[in-house]
């Protein structure tokens, strides 16, 4: 089946820097992939989503890119500001079993 | 529109007793899916109704079960619980009744202590 792994697991970044964050899956099939952002005390929230017939995708600060052939795709946060801190998601579809396969996460924070 | 909603926010349980997990989907989504959210496990899928029918199945004891009424809300249902139990219960639902194909929109969760 489909797995997921995401990396870094904490990231710490400076108000105003960009931040990545990278995820790699295994099945080929897969063809949609969304980010989520989650909040303390609130469900996953979906950011920015991809399909696999978009190598890059782009929103306001918030930028996500998709390599098929290397099975990775990332997600770029431009001058990030304190409210970006949060634990971030990503995820790749499954044709089988589950409808998504999620990333173990990377709680991301910004310092003012 | 509004959002997932998830009731109740917070329960406090004991071990063996049962706990029933309310969700009502976004109006018009039919798929709806249940995660179990823990620091060391992460986001683990519990199961997926579409339409009234449970769909898929993830790893978890038969003490876990759910249902999904005509009218997309669904409920799920633990029965004895363990501490292990203890943590946050997620609901989403979908709109697409293609799997994989359209994202996943989270309630707020439960959060489930388990003593």
């Known amino acids: 089946g489909e797995n997921v792994e995401q990396h870094p697991s904490t990231l710490s970044v400076q108000e105003g820097d960009s931040a990545v964050i990278k995820c790699t899956y295994s099945?080929?099939?897969?063809?949609?992939f969304p980010w989520y952002k989650q909040e303390l005390g609130k469900g996953p929230q979906l950011i920015i989503d991809i399909r696999s017939n978009v190598g890059e995708k782009k929103d306001q600060r918030i930028a996500v890119t998709l390599n098929k052939t290397a099975k990775h795709f990332s997600l770029h946060i431009t001058e990030t500001q304190p409210e970006d801190s949060a634990v971030y998601f990503c995820?790749?579809?499954?044709?089988?079993?589950?409808?998504?396969?999620f990333g173990p996460g990377t709680r991301l924070s910004v310092l003012p | 529109k509004a959002g997932v909603t998830q009731t109740p926010r917070y329960l406090i349980k004991t071990r063996g007793q049962q706990v029933t997990l309310s969700c009502s989907p976004i109006?018009?989504?039919?798929?709806v899916s249940w995660y179990q959210q823990t620091p060391g496990q992460g986001l683990q899928f519990l199961f997926e109704y579409f339409s009234e029918t449970q769909r898929n199945k993830g790893n978890f004891p038969g003490r876990f079960s759910g249902r999904q009424f005509s009218n997309s809300r669904s409920e799920m249902n633990v029965s004895t619980l363990e501490l292990g139990d203890s943590a946050l219960y997620l609901c989403?639902?979908?709109?697409?009744?293609?799997?994989?194909?359209?994202?996943?929109?989270f309630g707020n969760g439960t959060r489930l202590t388990v003593t």
């Open positions: 995820a790749a579809s499954s044709v089988s079993g589950q409808n998504f396969v």
């Open positions: 109006s018009g989504h039919r798929s």
């Open positions: 099945d080929s099939a897969s063809n949609y």
């Open positions: 989403a639902s979908s709109s697409d009744g293609k799997r994989g194909n359209s994202p996943l929109h």
